[in-house]
């Protein structure tokens, strides 16, 4: 005989049917797989992993050499002191989204929030469920080598109020669907424009060319990537270069994109390496980069 519940066994019953759901919804939202693909895609260990043989992904410790200064990579392991094992969910996407850390200070765009602020809530929520499952590292991090000026993070809201307008990702309608997600790629995710768009005297992106290359004086530019520095190359050459490395020439390509192509698009379906490629052949021709 069926035993009849009383209140206290139907509550409890209720609660784990409600907890059920939920956490049934939070795994279809949060897929640990498919966040390590958004990570390859974001190029996180490219600048989150040091240098040298034995260096552990992710922990940090990456030296980013910019104009103003040396930036670290931080720690984004799940580690409770040196890592972000305290943060929240939610404190995750407000860094990614307004690029403000949790005790309410502004980011430097070193680390590319401008872009990441166009990422859906899905990636943001498989991501952020990837880093979690990561094994804890204690490794400290490093602080910052800059001048005295530019050491005072309070500078960077007035440069966010020049050059950073949060918001997601929007696709244009009148495109098809492979250039809308090689769109998404290039401008979010892949943050292509932080080496590949030139720069203002104060670090801000020049909107009148977008993706049109940077031509430095040290050798460490980056190529025009509208289709005026991409057309002696077929559309197949291109996505393979995308996932070898290697040009049609036969030289190795060496510095940032070396990072960009083991950490990132190396590691990208042929889908996406050809949507990357799609979009980037819709853009309007700019003239490559002045000196």
Known sequence: MTAVAGP????VAACIAVAAVHSG????AADVRRGEYVAHAGGCAACHTDEGKNAVPYAGGRAIETPFGVFYGPNI???PEHGIGRWSRRDFFRAMREGVRPDGEHYYPSFPYPYYTGASDRD???LWA????LPQNGRRNRAHELGVVLGQRFMIGAWKRLYFSAGRFVPDRKAAAPVNRGAYLVQSLGHCGACHTPRSALGGPRAD???AGV???DGKGAPNLTPTGLEKYSDQELTELLATGVTPEGDVLA??????IRYSTGRLTPADRAAIVAYLRSLPPLPSAEP
């Open 8 to 11: 206290r066994a139907r509550a």
């Open 25 to 28: 919804a939070w795994a279809q």
């Open 77 to 79: 392991t799940p580690h």
């Open 124 to 126: 943001l929520g498989d």
């Open 130 to 133: 990837y880093l979690q499952s």
């Open 209 to 211: 060319r977008p993706l």
């Open 215 to 217: 031509d430095a004086p």
């Open 255 to 260: 510095g940032e994109m070396d990072l960009v």
